[in-house]
């Protein structure tokens, strides 16, 4: 009986440490700038992921939302941070790379605008509205006034 609970502590420390690995490989990847790596070796880690605690879930979930906004995935990156806000991130963690998303929104949709690309900038405006309703209201006025000048 004692040998089945040493072998359990010690598969359950080696999974934990697994996961851990893979994660600060991923970030490692990601400070590089190697996105597509980064991205590859979460989905591949996938599973390993799936069966760990909200902890670690919610740290896969930012780095995804990190990847996602550094490759102007802007959907998928509010999702990944919505995932990662929903497994208890903290907002000291969160708050900051919310606020670089809105930034790269915003800064993708006045190139847009620029290039008479209104449909893409209205939605992209509409973006950073649905982030945070309260604070982002005027971008809902952009965003339609954007709409209205694709037509």
Not at 51 to 57: H, N, P, T, V, Y
Not at 125 to 149: F, G, H, P, Q, R
Request: hydrophobic content about 40%; proline content about 1%.
């Amino acid at each position: 009986m004692k040998k089945l609970l040493l072998y359990t502590l010690l598969l359950t420390i080696s999974f934990s440490s697994a996961q851990k690995k893979e994660l600060r490989n991923a970030n490692k990847f990601f400070t590089s700038g190697e996105y597509a790596s980064a991205i590859d070796l979460l989905e591949s880690s996938k599973e390993i992921f799936d069966s760990s605690d909200d902890k670690i879930k919610s740290q896969a979930m930012l780095l995804y939302g990190k990847l996602h906004t550094a490759m102007e995935d802007f959907g998928l990156a509010m999702r990944a941070f919505n995932k990662a806000k929903n497994l208890g991130i903290s907002t000291q963690l969160l708050n900051p790379e919310v606020n670089k998303l809105e930034t790269a929104i915003i800064t993708s949709a006045i190139g847009d605008n620029e290039t008479e690309n209104f449909n893409s900038a209205a939605k992209k405006l509409k973006m950073v509205y649905d982030i945070n309703e309260d604070k982002n209201a005027e971008y809902l006025y952009y965003a339609a006034s954007s709409a209205v000048n694709s037509s």
